[in-house]
């Protein structure tokens, strides 16, 4: 990826991935907290009707999500592709401060639409590089005990946007993403056009 030095060193302090700050390592709360709550989710199994599954942290964030897009004002993206100075202008005008977990998955988004990121960038950024499914007799297992370590939570504390907090986080690491790093992970298109799903 060729990225002018001009524009990152104005957009990105950070100088490389030790610099970094993540919600874990410097004790700034993630905007994410709500849905990383495990008490909270506990809650939420034990007032599910019977019968009834928890979904997971991941999905009940895009729920919110969608939710929370419905009701903003549509962004009209630029018209160029990558790192331009004028797709990164539009992204500090439009995600300045401290963002909140869903201006920061919309920001990734919009990176994506925008060429800065590619698909699979964004799915790492999500954390949803890893899919694992466990089968018993033909059938999906997950734990529905409210006190267990349930599955709704594994992972969705790890993805890098739950230590984002603001726009230069973002642009900082996806700087950095190297498709490569990331051999075994295939978009869902790829997957299509393989014949899986």
């Not at 909270?40 to 997971?56: A, I, Y």
Request: glycine content about 8%.
């Amino acid at each position: 990826m060729n990225i002018p030095s001009n524009l990152m060193t104005r957009v990105s302090p950070y100088s490389g991935m030790e610099n970094r700050r993540t919600a874990q390592g410097d004790g700034q709360k993630s905007a994410f907290d709500k849905y990383l709550d495990v008490d909270r989710q506990r809650q939420k199994m034990r007032e599910l009707p019977p019968g009834r599954m928890l979904d997971s942290v991941y999905m009940q964030f895009k729920d919110d999500y969608r939710a929370w897009k419905a009701g903003q004002p549509e962004a009209i993206l630029p018209d160029s592709q990558g790192w331009t100075e004028e797709n990164l202008t539009f992204l500090q005008k439009r995600y300045a401060g401290d963002l909140s977990a869903f201006e920061i998955y919309d920001a990734l988004d919009a990176m994506k639409e925008l060429g800065i990121l590619s698909e699979k960038g964004l799915r790492c950024a999500e954390g949803t590089t890893m899919v694992r499914l466990d089968m018993k007799s033909g059938v999906f297992q997950t734990s529905v005990d409210p006190d267990s370590k349930a599955a709704w939570l594994h992972g969705f504390d790890e993805a890098p946007m739950a230590g984002f907090h603001r726009l230069e986080d973002l642009l900082s690491w996806a700087k950095d993403f190297r498709e490569d790093d990331y051999p075994d992970f295939i978009t869902g298109a790829e997957a299509m056009a393989r014949g899986w799903i």
